[in-house]
């Protein structure tokens, strides 16, 4: 499998429950980043992992939990959110955080009930 | 803070032609990175089209070409012998990068470009 895959797909919860969205790249990349896109708002930059360690925070709610165990993959955990979460999460994957290309996964469709 | 500001929220074309997508942005940097990103209806975003801020020759890839005008922060695309497959959201995004320190990635607000046939 190559690209950046991102798993589920969908994922519909409540706002008590606890899920976790995965985004693994076969690129040997070693930037990791996750984005929302949300309808009507531009995409925001959540995370942003070099080397595995955390460079970037845009002040995002602590509901919002990022894990990078290694370079490959990228796990976004979800505890007690809002409806306002519900958005489309996107991965995305570079070399060296640099101004390479980013290479994005088909996204997650989040729905808050 | 950065900004990137994309005008036209929706645009179409007719197959075959040419359309030019507008961007502009606000930054105080004077080393940056400039992209068009492509989402077509499928959802993955693919990367279009790449200008570093310190090259004054407009980047050009294939039927896609940019114009970058550094003084007046503009960064248009433009499209030639449009195809139906180009129909998607196109992002203009602004890069800075600061080395070990991590980066500043703003992306537009998009424009949705739907090609006629």
């Known amino acids: 499998e190559t690209g950046v895959t991102q798993t589920p797909r969908h994922l519909v919860m409540g706002m008590t429950n606890k899920k976790s969205l995965k985004c693994e790249q076969h690129?040997?990349?070693?930037?990791m980043y996750w984005y929302k896109q949300s309808a009507k708002k531009p995409l925001e930059l959540m995370f942003v992992?070099?080397?595995?360690?955390?460079?970037e925070n845009n002040s995002v709610p602590s509901r919002f939990s990022p894990e990078c165990p290694n370079s490959s993959h990228l796990f976004l955990h979800l505890h007690t959110l809002q409806p306002e979460d519900s958005a489309l999460y996107l991965c995305?994957?570079?070399?060296?955080?640099?101004?390479?290309?980013?290479?994005f996964g088909p996204g997650t469709r989040l729905t808050v009930l | 803070a950065q900004t990137v500001t994309q005008s036209q929220p929706e645009m179409s074309v007719q197959e075959a032609e040419t359309v030019t997508l507008s961007c502009t942005y606000d930054?105080?940097?004077?080393?940056?990175?400039l992209f068009w990103y492509k989402q077509p209806p499928s959802r993955q975003m693919i990367l279009v089209i790449r200008?570093?801020?310190?090259?004054?020759q407009n980047a050009t890839e294939n039927r896609f070409s940019v114009n970058f005008q550094k003084a007046a922060k503009s960064f248009s695309l433009k499209i030639s012998d449009s195809q139906l497959g180009d129909t998607a959201m196109y992002f203009c995004?602004?890069?800075?990068?600061?080395?070990?320190?991590?980066?500043?990635?703003?992306f537009g607000p998009g424009t949705r470009l739907s090609v006629l046939p």
């Open positions: 200008q570093e801020a310190y090259k004054q």
């Open positions: 992992y070099n080397f595995k360690e955390q460079t």
């Open positions: 995004a602004f890069m800075k990068h600061w080395g070990n320190y991590g980066q500043n990635f703003v």
């Open positions: 930054t105080s940097e004077n080393n940056y990175y």
């Open positions: 690129l040997g990349h070693n930037a």
């Open positions: 995305a994957s570079s070399q060296d955080g640099r101004a390479n290309e980013q290479f």
